[in-house]
């Protein structure tokens, strides 16, 4: 079965970077891209960026431009979101998701990224 | 560019019919039919409901289902349920800056 598998929660100071792995499995990796997802406490979804798989194209919110950074490993699996110069508003569930048919199919289970001096 | 727009909350009572609507423009929802829903219970990560405007996923429950006209889809629940109570949001490609964008989200009750 289709499993996303994502990196543990997180706690990071203002301007520190994060970076967040999430791991797939039960399918192949390079047929489907990769969405990246985030939810601020008591938020709504907001769309941050998706990547290519089997290419490596990316294209980012225009929001998270010049912080976001996506990539992905085609040997594990496993693709990455790294955010920089982080923000407390920054501070939310993120999550993978795997895209197929302009749609997010498959969610990871979320990871917890915490700004916070 | 601007969310969606979801009505902030509906209810409704077990066995009755609601609709959560989702309004964009016609580079979004408007313009395509890459439009979809999901389901967020508290603390859980969202599940996918509808694809494609008003296709359901492999194992959705028949009792989901989607439609659209113009710049508005919507989401139809029929037969409500207790355990359809939660968090639903729209989703939608947008072709003009090959992004997505999703809804504010919508807090369906069940009374």
């Known amino acids: 079965q289709v499993q996303l598998v994502q990196s543990g929660t997180e706690v990071k100071k203002p301007g520190a970077s994060v970076k967040v792995s999430c791991k797939a499995s039960?399918?192949?990796?390079?047929?489907?891209?990769i969405g990246w997802v985030r939810q601020a406490p008591g938020q709504g979804l907001e769309w941050m960026g998706w990547?290519?798989?089997?290419?490596?194209?990316?294209n980012y919110a225009q929001k998270l431009q010049g912080r976001l950074t996506m990539t992905t490993d085609r040997f594990t699996n496993t693709a990455y979101m790294d955010l920089k110069n982080l923000r407390s508003e920054d501070t939310a569930m993120y999550y993978c998701?795997?895209?197929?048919?302009?749609?997010?199919?498959?969610w990871g289970q979320g990871t917890l990224v915490t700004v916070s001096s | 560019q601007s969310a969606l727009t979801q009505p902030a909350s509906v209810s409704g009572s077990p066995g009755q019919s609601i609709t959560i609507s989702c309004t964009g423009i016609?580079?979004?929802?408007?313009?395509?039919?890459?439009v979809s829903w999901y389901q967020q219970h508290p603390g859980k990560a969202p599940k996918f409901l509808i694809y494609?405007?008003?296709n359901r996923p492999s194992g959705v429950s028949n009792r989901f289902s989607g439609s659209k006209s113009g710049n508005t889809a919507s989401l139809i629940i029929s037969g409500l349920q207790a355990e359809d109570e939660g968090d639903y949001y729209c989703?939608?490609?947008?072709?003009?800056?090959?992004?997505?964008?999703f809804g504010g989200g919508t807090k369906l009750t069940v009374l």
């Open positions: 494609d405007v008003g």
């Open positions: 016609s580079s979004d929802v408007g313009g395509h039919t890459y």
């Open positions: 989703g939608s490609y947008t072709s003009n800056t090959f992004s997505w964008l």
């Open positions: 990547i290519s798989t089997s290419s490596g194209y990316t």
């Open positions: 039960g399918y192949t990796f390079t047929s489907y891209g």
């Open positions: 998701a795997r895209e197929g048919s302009w749609s997010f199919e498959y």
